[in-house]
Each structure stands twice: as C-alpha cells, then as structure tokens.
C-alpha cells in the first residue's frame, strides 16, 4: 500500500436509526471518487443485512475494499445521552481501533463530488486533526470585528461560547460531522489516551464535539467548508456578511463537495421538507432546503 493509499482510508459508525442512510452515503462516496478507497465501517447495534449490503456495493464498486467490524458500545450505555446519541461519541474510539491517517464521515451526509481533495488535504506542521469551520461561529467571528448592533451582539456570542468551554479559541473551533485524524501523530503528542476517554464528554454540553475541540484546539487544520456544507450554509450569503467570509463559503452555498443534514430534520423521513412557519420570510433557505432535500431523495 502506497503513502497515497494509506490517505484514503473512510471511517463510518452508525447504529440502527443511521443504518440506511450512512449506506446511501457511502453509496455517493463510492460513485463519485476517483481511484482506490479503503472503507470501515463500524456498527454499534446488531445489523443482520450489512454483510450482503456491503458485498452489493463491493462488486459494484471494484476499487473500493470494504471492512466491517462492529464496536460494543455495551461498556458505556450508562453515560448520559445528551443532545446526540451514543453512537456519535464512539469515534473517539479511534485511536484502539486504526492507525495511520482516516477520514471519519458522519452517516447523514451525501457526496457530490469526487473526495479526493479533502482526502489529499495537508495538515499544518504540529496538527493531527483537520476539520471545517462552524458557520455560526466564523459568521460572528467575522461579524465582530465590525460596529454597530450586529457587531456588539457577535463580541458577546464569542465571548460567551469561548469562556463556556474554558476559554477556547473560537477562530479554530470545528465541527465534528466530518474529519481527517492522523492517529500516529496523535499517539506522538500524547494525546490518545484523553481522545478515547469518553466519559470525559460528559462535562461538555454537546459531547463529543466541544471534548474535541477542546482537545484539538491547538492542533487542528481548518478545510474548506464545502467538504461539510450543512443544508449549503444560505446564512453566509446574508448582504452584512462581510465579503472574505462570503467568498469563504462560496463553494459550500453555491456547490458543496459534501452536504451535510445536519439538526433534526432528515430528508429520508418524509417526501418533502415539513412546513416551518419560521422560514415564510426565508425563501433562500427554504429553496436550498427543498433542493438539497430532493437530491438525497433521488
């Protein structure tokens, strides 16, 4: 196996709600992807059809190898549960379970692209992890360095998430739905042992994703946000979003790599996106809703 190849290792855990559609997200990483994958895929509940389903997309799909090895979650079903199930926590398993570089991609996503690019992706010298920015947070952080209103609001939104997780630097906090790990760098740094303690989350409000960042904080490179585009980030695109940061997420709005489902609504659940009463004078973000909702559907 060449370095190249060893780069190209894809990592999904799922449970029995996730099962479906990590498969129809694996499906479109596999379709659209240039060249040999490495593919593990990790459930954590009994899932009697995987085998054949995996086998399927096998002999469909020649350049791709395909693992399963389940994980026994059974040792921490008494940890509090909190906004995500715990599956989503399982990830920071990792480190007893591979080596080497991985992208780990959460099941309710869709490539539309070929990955390569993000799989290529070169981290920063003294980074083991790589990951793209929350939107919210870049908005307000861009938002801040202006006056007015909108400005003061954003320095106290910043001010206010950073001293909840002790201070972290919010300029590099991620989201945790989509990333590269290089696992032998993070064994080097001395950081494996914290990363696989999950009954750590449990003090961080949204788990796995704030434990990460504050763990990585310091050692993390920012992708760009296309390649983990939640329902195409339509507020970036706002007229007082200042113009970098436009032009940052102009991919992720106009064309994302992946597009992520993030939140509660998925669009396997029904045919079309529920009414919400809060999105009558947001025709944007219910076209791209719509849109990316019929994309998953076909």
Known sequence: ?????????????????????????LHSVLARTKGRLRITLHPTAEAPDLASDAAKLAARFPDASIEIRPVDISPFEDLPQGPLPLTSRVRLLLPTLHDGRLLYIDGDTMARKDISPLLDTKLEEGTCVAGAPVPRVALNLALAKGTG?????????????????????????????????DLDRIAEMGLENRMT???????????????????????????????????????????????????????ARENPGIL?????????????????????????????????????QH
Not at 202 to 230: C, I
């Open 1 to 25: 196996m060449t370095a190249q190849d060893r780069n190209r290792h894809v990592v999904y855990f799922f449970d029995r709600g996730f099962y479906a559609c990590t498969l129809v997200s």
């Open 149 to 181: 209103w909108r400005a003061e609001r954003a320095r106290a939104k910043i001010a206010s998430q950073s001293a909840g997780l002790g201070g972290l630097d919010m300029t590099r906090y991620f989201n945790a739905g989509i990333m590269i790990f």
């Open 197 to 251: 303690d999950l009954r750590s989350t449990v003090d961080y409000h949204s788990r796995d994703q704030t434990y990460l960042n504050a763990l990585f904080n310091r050692h993390v490179t920012p992708f760009d946000p296309e390649w983990n585009s939640g329902w195409g980030e339509v507020r970036t695109g706002n007229p007082y979003v200042p113009a970098d940061t436009r032009a940052r997420f102009h991919m």
């Open 260 to 296: 992520h489902y993030k939140g509660p609504e998925k669009p396997w659940s029904a045919p079309a996106p529920p009414f919400k009463a809060s999105l009558l004078l947001k025709p944007r973000v219910r076209r791209a809703r719509a849109k990316f909702w019929r994309e998953f």
